[in-house]
T-cell receptor
Framework: GENVEQHPSTLSVQEGDSAVIKCTYS??????FPWYKQELGKRPQLIID?????GEKKDQRIAVTLNKTAKHFSLHITETQPEDSAVYFC????????????FGIGTKLQVIP | GAGVSQSPSNKVTEKGKDVELRCDPI?????LYWYRQSLGQGLEFLIY????????KSGLPSDRFSAERTGGSVSTLTIQRTQQEDSAVYLC??????????????FGPGTRLLVL
């Protein structure tokens, strides 16, 4: 089955700096890669996703890049703000397939004002 | 529209008792997941339902855990003879499956289970 590794497990950055979270996956058939943000005491929520037919996707201060050959994808947050502090989860799945979504272990991001 | 709902929001039980947790997915979503999240930990996959296919139960930690999904909609996660280590937040999520369709998971608010 699919295996998703995520690092770092914790990340502290100064407000205004950039943050990068990296994930690797094992199943070359995976073609859908969502990222979820979970604030303290709240449910995970989708913040951005990418399909394997594109290499990069941006939404304001967040972007995701995908390298299919290397089987890794990354989340980039620029101009970080205190409200970006949360746990971020990457995931991989096969769009339309039966296989379940596989999550990374999560990265706890702390933005220091 | 209505999102994923779960009930109860909190449950306190005594060790050895059985508990039932309920999940109402978004209408029309064919995929339903149960996860367990202990304090400060990641998402531990428990079970996955996809349409009428046999569920993927590979994440259930023991035979005390079981889940059903009736009529392809509401799901119930049952924990028998609860143990203190079962204390966690149990999250349900649903997604719309289908080729070429954006398929994020939508999570419910979770049920906080405390076993005394």
């Amino acid at each position: 089955g699919e295996n998703v590794e995520q690092h770092p497990s914790t990340l502290s950055v100064q407000e205004g700096d950039s943050a990068v979270i990296k994930c690797t996956y094992s199943d070359s058939a995976s073609n859908y890669f969502p990222w979820y943000k979970q604030e303290l005491g709240k449910r995970p929520q989708l913040i951005i996703d990418i399909r394997s037919n594109v290499g990069e996707k941006k939404d304001q201060r967040i972007a995701v890049t995908l390298n299919k050959t290397a089987k890794h994808f990354s989340l980039h947050i620029t101009e970080t703000q205190p409200e970006d502090s949360a746990v971020y989860f990457c995931a991989a799945s096969i769009s339309g397939g039966y296989q379940k979504v596989t999550f990374g272990i999560g990265t706890k991001l702390q933005v220091i004002p | 529209g209505a999102g994923v709902s779960q009930s109860p929001s909190n449950k306190v039980t005594e060790k050895g008792k059985d508990v039932e947790l309920r999940c109402d997915p978004i209408s029309g979503h064919t995929a339903l997941y149960w996860y367990r999240q202990s304090l400060g930990q990641g998402l531990e996959f428990l079970i996955y339902f996809q349409g009428n296919s046999a569920p993927d139960k590979s994440g259930l930690p023991s035979d005390r855990f079981s889940a059903e999904r009736t009529g392809g909609s509401v799901s119930t996660l049952t924990i028998q003879r609860t143990q203190q280590e079962d204390s966690a937040v149990y999250l349900c999520a649903s997604s719309l499956r289908g080729g070429g369709v954006r398929e994020p998971q939508y999570f419910g608010p979770g049920t906080r289970l405390l076993v005394l």
